[in-house]
């Protein structure tokens, strides 16, 4: 699996970014957020039951995370039009304006090292990445438990700070300075 310090591998994907197609679909690659932080979340399958209550809480604090200068990208091993059509069924996900890309051939998956073995499917991995696209944080929970997109913010907000910043520091709080 890739981990922190390597360079998050190039990609040209097709994307879905809200429930009214034609205008949900856009190609996306590594580069189509120059300058920006990105967070990019995989999950197993569209139409299941703990995807939508990740997705719905990642964009419930999208707000906070442009104002962050990071944008957040959701992926799964579905196609665009499996996306879309996920998008179209439930109220919540056609509210949801972040883009999820369609790892169909399942090649970024398999390059990010976060194909599940058994199923076939991503796992539910988490990747920060700093404008230079460089991996600064990882996290991979088991395909039964979802993650907190609140804890992905204050690693984000800790990592931004570029200093040293103790187990549980909160923005706000004081880090560490090494005398």
Avoid at 71 to 94: P, Y
Avoid at 133 to 162: K, Y
């Amino acid at each position: 699996m890739l981990t922190v310090g390597a360079t998050f591998p190039p990609f040209s994907l097709k994307s879905v970014s809200s429930s009214k197609a034609p205008a949900a679909f856009e190609v996306l690659t590594e580069q189509s957020f120059p300058g920006k932080w990105k967070v990019y979340f995989f999950w197993p399958k569209d139409f299941t039951f703990v995807c939508p209550t990740e997705i719905v809480a990642f964009s419930q604090l999208d707000g906070e995370f442009r104002d962050r200068d990071t944008v957040v990208i959701g992926a799964s091993t579905d196609s665009d039009f499996v996306h879309l059509a996920w998008r179209q069924s439930r109220e919540d996900l056609g509210k949801v304006t972040q883009p999820w890309l369609s790892d169909i051939k399942r090649e970024l998956s398999e390059t990010l090292g976060i194909l599940d073995r058994n199923e076939g499917v991503a796992l539910r991995a988490t990747f920060i990445v700093d404008p230079e696209n460089v991996i600064r944080f990882v996290s991979v929970n088991d395909l039964s438990v979802g993650r907190n997109p609140q804890e992905v913010l204050r690693v984000l907000d800790a990592l931004q700070t570029d200093e040293l910043c103790p187990c549980n520091w909160k923005p706000g709080e004081e880090t560490i300075k090494v005398a």
